[in-house]
């Protein structure tokens, strides 16, 4: 296993649609795992290949805290099914937007159709912070980042810090 280089906003390739992956081939295994030890040294919860520069509609997440046993899911082509009409805010922060956090509303609970890490179709019923998770890397493979549900003023505000900080490396 490797660990990749997380792009960061503003880079282009984050607003790029991911395509699907044809199969769960051995390349697809290796990026799933590749993608699993980056999020883990990031530290992250999810991570979306497009966020490692692979437009492919893979993502990974784990959603176990500190000293807890680790659960990684994997998912590729994942599609939302299902949406609650039932919306919560919850706090959301983003490998490719370091150090910003914002509170974000979205469907609290969803259903996923899915390819796993074996290539297996699977669905799952998702709520809490799963379904928050789930929804945030699909939007990554369709190139929609978390601070586009905010204020235009807001967004615009933390774009500049970014590209700020990005002449400053
Ligand atoms: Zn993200």
Not at 54 to 69: H, S, T
Not at 99 to 128: M, T, W
Request: charged residues 30%; proline residues 5%; aromatic residues 6%.
């Amino acid at each position: 296993m490797s660990i990749l280089k997380i792009l960061k906003e503003p880079d282009p390739i984050l607003r790029k649609k991911s395509a699907p992956v044809a199969s769960v081939d051995k390349h697809i295994k290796k990026l799933m795992n590749d993608m699993l030890e980056t999020m883990y040294a990031a530290p992250g919860i999810g991570l979306a290949a497009a966020q490692v520069g692979i437009l492919k509609r893979v993502i990974v997440i784990d959603l176990a805290k500190d000293g807890e046993k680790k659960s990684p899911l994997f998912f590729a082509n994942p599609v939302i099914t299902w949406k609650s009409e039932i919306l919560e805010k919850k706090e959301e922060g983003c490998l490719s937007i370091p150090d910003y956090f914002a509170e974000i509303k979205r469907p609290n609970a969803c259903h996923v159709s899915y390819l796993d890490q074996h290539g297996k179709e699977k669905k799952l019923k998702a709520e809490g912070l799963l379904a928050t998770c789930i929804q945030h890397e699909i939007d990554h493979c369709d190139g929609i980042l978390f601070i586009d549900y905010l204020s235009k003023l807001k967004r615009m505000f933390i774009s500049k810090k970014l590209a700020k900080l990005k002449k400053q490396q």
